[in-house]
């Protein structure tokens, strides 16, 4: 069974930085794709950026193209997501995903997503 245990969430002003990790624990964990999702509140889940854990190649929203950076460091099972420029509307939870394989749905789709963290609560003040 994977775990996936998101860290480096805060509370930060217009401009400021976090950098999200996300630790991964399993027997025998060689993901195809690990994701970051977020959730604000009354609104879907949304895609936010990806990275292929043998290739690395990165997918980003359009919203967070250039401000989000999405890295792995396949030694420590463990995706980051340096968030840079933060204003109030990237104020949500933001969930890390593992997916086991190439989805048809793609990897900007929930559903390609097999695992799932709990969450870490990013808050982005005015």
């Known amino acids: 069974q994977v775990q996936l245990v998101e860290s480096g969430g805060g509370l930060v002003q217009t401009g400021g930085s976090l950098r999200l990790s996300c630790a991964a624990s399993?027997?025998?964990?060689?993901?195809?794709?690990m994701g970051w999702f977020r959730q604000a509140p009354g609104k879907e889940r949304e895609f936010v950026a990806a990275?292929?854990?043998?290739?690395?190649?990165?997918y980003y929203a359009d919203s967070v193209a250039g401000r989000f950076t999405i890295s792995r460091d396949n030694a420590r099972n463990t995706v980051h997501l340096q968030t840079n420029s933060l204003t109030p509307d990237d104020t949500a939870v933001y969930y890390c995903?593992?997916?086991?394989?190439?989805?048809?749905?793609?990897?900007?789709?929930?559903?390609?997503?097999?695992?799932w963290g709990q969450g870490t609560q990013v808050s982005v003040s005015s």
């Open positions: 995903a593992a997916a086991r394989a190439l989805s048809t749905v793609g990897e900007t789709t929930p559903r390609a997503y097999d695992y």
């Open positions: 399993g027997r025998t964990f060689r993901p195809y794709l």
């Open positions: 990275i292929t854990w043998s290739g690395g190649r990165t």
